[in-house]
């Protein structure tokens, strides 16, 4: 997902004094853009990432420093995911394409431990895989782990979500929706003269004001 896109999907991003986390940094694709965008003290970004070379490859940008960046190694999956952040200090979570790279069965907790970080009015911004995506009709017989959850070829595994599905995960998590949408995008490779056609969700869940 090109760093453009998520500025342009998530315009909350750019407004305003603000602390967001970034979480599936990678190597900071987005970090760096959102802080070459604001000034000094207008944000502080956090970023997590599962991989430790992901988040050493942030550490050693030359934009980054600890003074308006955190990266850290974390793994969103564990019901005990504890992360260096105060709860109820966040103003923005932002999950693009990442849910969908854990089980099932993990996929609540995460959203629930997450929600702890997020201040009164504070919001996940969240994209990811819908159902019948391309990519989820592309995989072959033997791929799908179980319904609606498939391995790629590098060991990773990826869910393709209904809208229901994402709602009840997040307001099991008591967020309340501000938006809960299907993209569907057509993509044309005219070099091998194909149409592919795209079905992402994208959803904003905000904390309820105290």
């Known amino acids: 997902v090109s760093t453009q896109s998520t500025g342009t999907e998530f315009q909350e991003l750019k407004e305003g004094e603000r602390k967001l986390l970034e979480v599936g940094c990678g190597p900071g694709n987005t ?11 207008q944000v502080f970004v956090y970023g997590c990432d599962f991989s430790p070379t992901a988040v050493e490859i942030v550490k050693s940008h030359q934009l980054y420093r ?15 995911m504890d992360i260096p952040i ?28 997450l929600s702890r970080y997020l201040k009164p009015g504070g919001q996940i911004l969240f994209r990811d895989y819908g159902r019948y995506d391309l990519a989820q009709l592309r995989f072959k017989n033997g791929r799908c782990l179980a319904e ?8 990773t595994k990826v869910y393709f979500f209904t809208q229901e599905e ?6 099991n998590a008591g ?14 490779n005219r070099a091998r003269k194909l149409k592919m056609y795209r079905i992402w969700i994208q959803c904003k869940y905000k904390k309820p004001l105290l």
């Open 175 to 188: 967020l309340v929706k501000v938006q809960n949408i299907v993209d569907r995008r057509l993509q044309v």
């Open 66 to 80: 600890e003074d308006r960046c955190k990266a850290f190694v974390c793994d969103i999956s564990s019901k005990d």
């Open 86 to 113: 105060e709860e109820g200090t966040l103003d923005f979570i932002t999950m693009i394409f990442v849910l969908s790279a854990l089980n099932p069965e993990h996929m609540q907790h995460c959203i629930s431990n």
């Open 31 to 41: 970090i760096f853009p959102i802080l070459e965008h604001c000034a000094d003290d």
């Open 148 to 155: 609606n959850f498939y391995a790629r070829g590098d060991g």
């Open 166 to 171: 994402l709602d009840k995960l997040f307001t």
